[in-house]
């Protein structure tokens, strides 16, 4: 049995007096695909932002690899992260973001071979090459030169997909990667992700809104409600036999919304 | 006639003399107070509330005084502490620091104006923050608060004048050491608005352009 790449125990998130995320348990296995569904503001798009140190913890622990993400040992003890830690810690890990948050003064390439050329010293022919074979898997050989304003969104979440990936995470994390997408750009993104989730044996968070996306990604789906986990198991027992009612509920609302399942 | 075209023509190359100090304190002042006002806003978004504190401190301190009284510190207070200044050095020193207040206001709504997600994008990639200002923040916050940094380079520029109370022999004071041997009044002071007013209407123009080059550029 292999060590969790990812390991949180208890954790607790407050911003002031609200509590999103109350005493969170869960690991995650090298190479699994995990979705994480529920309803909004229960909790899961905070987990993505902790585990990329967008925000901090109010409580509990976190391991990454084997280590503690906001934790690091001082003289036998173990203190709160500084910035040194934190700047080691995230190379393990990369992100997608829901409103892509491409660099608008950049051109694809550069969006691209900026953080490898800056965060790891790659040479510019380096970058250059490894950028391309990207584009090309997201299928935007062609875009190369161009700037963000001039791609749809689609082409702009792929193009952010290529800039995560350059990177060569161990883990990525997707935070609703579809949901500011026009519907007919959404399927171009998914294709994208189906692809990398089946080539690579990278360990994927993934939170979405697409109940059968979520149904066909994942090995393990997590719902999540009111900053807890109701129910996790395979996306066949959460999708086609729920244990809790609360996940029935949730499921009965996206049906009736009009999503298939 | 009250006018004299003579003088007026024999004092201008001492006026154009006075001028080019004009400009030079004007350029160089204003390039200490990007600099400097680009360190107050950074300063003042510091997490280190002790920091961020004292520097809004310094710079509502400096900002609620007048700049005559700043220049009259420098130049006539400091040598009492050890610290005795060149006129130029003095007036460049004060115009600057006098400006990066405003100029750090500038900043701060530059930066404010660049998308967290620039800033969660930047940390994802695993930028360290010199890099992320340098690579993602600054080249976006820059150009759209170029417009209004030149407006107080415009204003810099007509502050020069106060300089005279310092001794620095710009085109005001010029005029004024004109004035005090001639005993003539109208044609120096005259030279002088009319040199402001020249530079000014061509700054506008270049204002218009820097406007909309950049000012309405979407990010």
């Known amino acids: 049995m292999t060590e969790p790449i990812i390991r949180v125990q208890d954790l607790r998130k407050s911003f002031g007096t609200l509590t999103v995320i109350d005493g969170l348990n869960f690991e995650v296995k090298k190479g699994e695909k995990l979705a994480l569904i529920g309803p909004s503001g229960s909790g899961k798009t905070t987990i993505l932002r902790i585990l990329m140190t967008l925000e901090t913890i109010s409580g509990g622990r976190i391991e990454v690899a084997g280590e503690p993400l906001y934790h690091m040992q001082k003289n036998g003890a173990e203190v709160p992260a500084n910035e040194a830690h934190l700047h080691k810690m995230r190379r393990h890990i990369g992100m997608v973001f829901q409103h892509f948050n491409l660099f608008p003064h950049k051109t694809v390439l550069q969006n691209i071979t900026l953080a490898p050329m800056l965060t790891k010293g790659e040479s510019r022919a380096n970058a250059d090459k490894r950028a391309g074979e990207l584009l090309e898997m997201v299928g935007l050989s062609d875009k190369a030169g161009h700037m963000p304003s001039q791609l749809s969104g689609g082409q702009k979440q792929r193009v952010a997909i290529a800039r995560a990936l350059a990177l060569n995470p161990e883990i990525m994390l997707f935070d609703e990667v579809t949901s500011a997408l026009d519907p007919e750009l959404v399927e171009e993104v998914l294709i994208v992700m189906k692809r990398l989730a089946s080539e690579t044996d990278m360990t994927m968070l993934l939170v979405t809104h697409e109940m059968s996306f979520a149904s066909d990604f994942a090995d393990r789906v997590l719902f999540f409600d009111k900053g807890k986990i109701v129910e996790s198991g395979p996306p066949e027992q959460i999708f086609k036999n729920p244990q809790e009612e609360r996940t029935r509920t949730f499921l009965r609302k996206i049906i009736a919304a009009g999503q298939h399942v | ?219």
């Open chain 2, 1 to 219: 006639m009250f006018w004299d075209w003579d003088f007026a023509i024999s004092i201008t190359p001492t006026l154009l003399q006075g001028l080019k100090i004009t400009i030079l304190a004007t350029v160089l002042g204003a390039i200490v107070a990007a600099v400097l006002g680009l360190v107050f806003a950074i300063l003042r978004r510091s997490t280190n509330r002790l920091i961020s504190r004292t520097t809004g401190f310094v710079v509502e301190f400096i900002r609620g005084t007048p700049l005559l009284v700043q220049l009259y510190f420098i130049f006539y207070i400091l040598p009492d502490f050890g610290l005795r200044l060149p006129p130029l050095t003095a007036g460049v020193i004060g115009m600057g620091l006098h400006y990066a207040t405003y100029f750090s206001e500038v900043y701060r709504g530059g930066i404010e104006s660049v998308a967290r997600g620039q800033w969660e994008a930047a940390r994802a990639g695993n930028l360290n923050p010199r890099q992320t200002w340098v690579h993602v923040i600054l080249p976006q916050a820059i150009p759209p608060m170029i417009p209004a940094m030149a407006n107080y380079l415009l204003a810099m520029f007509k502050e020069t004048p106060l300089l005279t109370a310092i001794t620095v022999m710009e085109m005001m004071s010029q005029a004024r050491s004109v004035a005090n041997t001639s005993y003539r009044y109208v044609e120096p002071m005259t030279l002088v608005g009319v040199f402001f007013l020249i530079i000014s209407i061509f700054s506008v123009f270049g204002l218009r352009w820097l406007e909309r080059k950049f000012g309405g550029r979407a990010r």
